[in-house]
């Protein structure tokens, strides 16, 4: 499975930016899809995840943000409003064969990252 994260950006605090993650290669194996983010010096965290029609958010992101598929596409969003200088962080997806899980340990492949910046 291969996974290609894009969206990243530059944004003011209170805007929006939408994050693409394509999939390719043996993806009928995939069972969740997420989005983790890492900023300097912190662990990598759990952003959101997508199983079936099930989706799981971080307490700091819910409500603000939203994962959704494009299964012709075969391609992951998230959609992230109302953006705050602490969302600044890369963000990676990642794809994983088990049950949803939301440690970064668990995910069996994962895309490069893409960068957010939220200025104040």
């Known amino acids: 499975v291969q996974l290609q994260a894009s969206g990243g950006g530059l944004v003011q605090a209170g805007g929006s930016l939408r994050l693409s993650c394509a999939t390719s290669?043996?993806?009928?194996?995939?069972?969740?899809m997420g989005w983790f983010r890492q900023a300097p010096g912190t662990d990598r965290e759990f952003v959101a995840a997508l199983r079936g029609d099930s989706t799981y958010y971080t307490d700091s992101v819910k409500g603000r943000f939203t994962i959704s598929r494009d299964n012709a596409k075969n391609t992951v969003f998230q959609q992230m409003n109302s953006l705050k200088p602490e969302d600044t962080a890369v963000y990676y997806c990642?794809?994983?064969?088990?049950?949803?899980?939301?440690?970064?340990?668990?995910?069996?492949?994962w895309g490069q990252g893409t960068l957010v910046t939220v200025s104040s």
């Open positions: 990642a794809a994983r064969l088990g049950l949803f899980d939301n440690d970064p340990r668990a995910y069996d492949y």
């Open positions: 290669g043996r993806t009928f194996s995939v069972n969740v």
